[in-house]
């Protein structure tokens, strides 16, 4: 072989080494959202510990706390559809850090609330539901937001994943300490320091605008507004394994998710104290790194089959607890339950940002979003009354039962189970272009 074939094989080798390699993940700009991601879900995690804590030092019980819990949860999930029809219209960016702002300055208030020792729990309630509209503004924008960062969506929400499910890891063991050297409102107002932290990593980022075509066509008034969200109602529609799964996780967040949260962190802190909590909650961060990572890893063909699958790991969670079993078998079931969600959570938000039109996008994933919570406040209001009827032992025993019921539900709707990925296992760079401000 001479010198210029060596050459040319050696350059052929390259070139299909370069076609199958995965993309560059890493950017300036995915960084910053990364940054800002993992810092938000630091606070969120933090704020069950500072809640039931906080709510229980002064008098109030598990019905109380779901109630707190609840009232962001309902505003959020009842505004999230309106929100995706604004994040289609603006600058996405823009939306996503006023609604960091807002939080910065409900959670600020709520830290002066606790430090004084004035703690109402319609005042609680209230500070929740101006979370929930800030987050309903917010969310939308986060589908969207990852296309224009990554070429490779399926890496980029695995390493996002990676980053809350390391915040999640660390945050409720930080709030636990927290609670024990200064009170709740320490707690709250790290939370709020969270918020600010994500609206400055926002703040310098950069994205390339969406073309054209993926901006819906402007117009005043009600009825553009009107007409946006029946569009993205029809895109919904239109797409079985989209609302089939929407449909099977209402169950889950009534029955499982929703009197999982608070009953988790009430059994755990009344018998076990805020320390116990945070381990738990850390393990069951630990399994969704865990999960995150393996979601790095695998592209299988059928995602929302193997996601499916992963989920029937969640009954963990709930069931050691209801069971009585110790804080190590907790920690255990909360790190398998972890695994599993973070595995299911990259394969379904993949699914969605690659399925799905980049025009309608912020809409569907609001439709998503508020379909997937609408049962969440309405399952969180009636854990306490439940646990009181029933023991909260039994509901969360229950709720593992059910969460079992969930993932064979899921696998047993073909539309669900024999969905094919859309985007190739090893997608090609995105093309470099303008980025706006």
């Not at 709740?184 to 605008?209: E, Q």
């Not at 929302?304 to 209801?322: D, E, M, Q």
Request: charged letters at 10%.
């Amino acid at each position: 072989m001479t010198g210029t074939d060596s050459r040319r094989t050696a350059a052929a080798r390259g070139a299909r080494g370069a076609a199958t390699a995965a993309p560059a993940l890493w950017s300036r700009d995915f960084a910053l959202f990364f940054v800002a991601r993992a810092a938000a879900r630091l606070g969120d995690t933090m704020l069950p510990v500072a809640l039931a804590a906080g709510l229980l030092e002064h008098g109030y019980g598990a019905g109380a706390i779901g109630l707190a819990m609840a009232s962001t949860a309902a505003a959020f999930a009842g505004l999230v559809v309106f929100g995706g029809v604004v994040a289609d219209r603006f600058s996405t960016r823009k939306l996503m850090i006023g609604a960091d702002l807002v939080r910065l300055g409900t959670q600020s208030l709520a830290a002066g609330l606790f430090f004084a020792g004035h703690v109402v729990l319609w005042q609680i309630c209230a500070i929740g539901i101006a979370n929930g509209v800030a987050g309903a503004v917010f969310q939308p924008g986060v589908a969207s937001t990852v296309p224009r960062l990554a070429a490779d969506v399926q890496g980029a929400n695995g390493a996002i994943r990676v980053a809350e499910s390391a915040a999640q890891l660390a945050g409720p063991a930080v709030a636990g300490v927290l609670v024990g050297l200064a009170s709740p409102g320490g707690v709250f107002a790290a939370h709020a320091a969270t918020y600010a932290a994500s609206a400055l990593c926002l703040l310098l980022l950069r994205l390339r605008p969406l073309p054209p075509a993926a901006r819906p066509a402007a117009g005043p008034g009600m009825r553009a507004f009107r007409a946006d969200l029946v569009e993205g109602w029809r895109e919904f529609r239109s797409r079985a394994w989209l609302w089939g799964v929407i449909a099977v996780w209402c169950l889950y967040m009534l029955a499982v998710w929703g009197p999982t949260v608070p009953l988790v962190a009430t059994e755990v802190v009344r018998h076990h104290g805020p320390g116990a909590y945070g381990l738990v909650n850390s393990a069951l961060g630990a399994g969704t790194v865990i999960g995150g990572l393996l979601a790095l890893r695998l592209r299988p063909r059928r995602m929302l089959r193997a996601g499916a699958i992963a989920l029937f790991a969640f009954c963990g969670f709930p069931a050691t607890v209801g069971a009585g079993l110790g804080v190590p078998a907790m920690a255990a079931g909360a790190a398998l339950a972890g695994a599993g969600m973070s595995f299911w959570g990259v394969m379904w938000a993949t699914t969605v940002q690659t399925q799905v039109p980049a025009e309608v996008l912020n809409r569907i994933h609001a439709y998503d979003v508020a379909g997937s919570l609408a049962m969440m406040p309405v399952g969180q209001a009636l854990a306490g009354p439940a646990a009181g009827a029933l023991g909260a032992g039994h509901v969360l025993l229950a709720a593992g039962v059910i969460s079992l019921v969930v993932a064979a539900a899921l696998l047993a709707t073909p539309a669900i189970r024999d969905l094919v990925r859309a985007d190739p296992t090893r997608p090609a760079q995105a093309a470099p272009g303008p980025v706006t401000p």
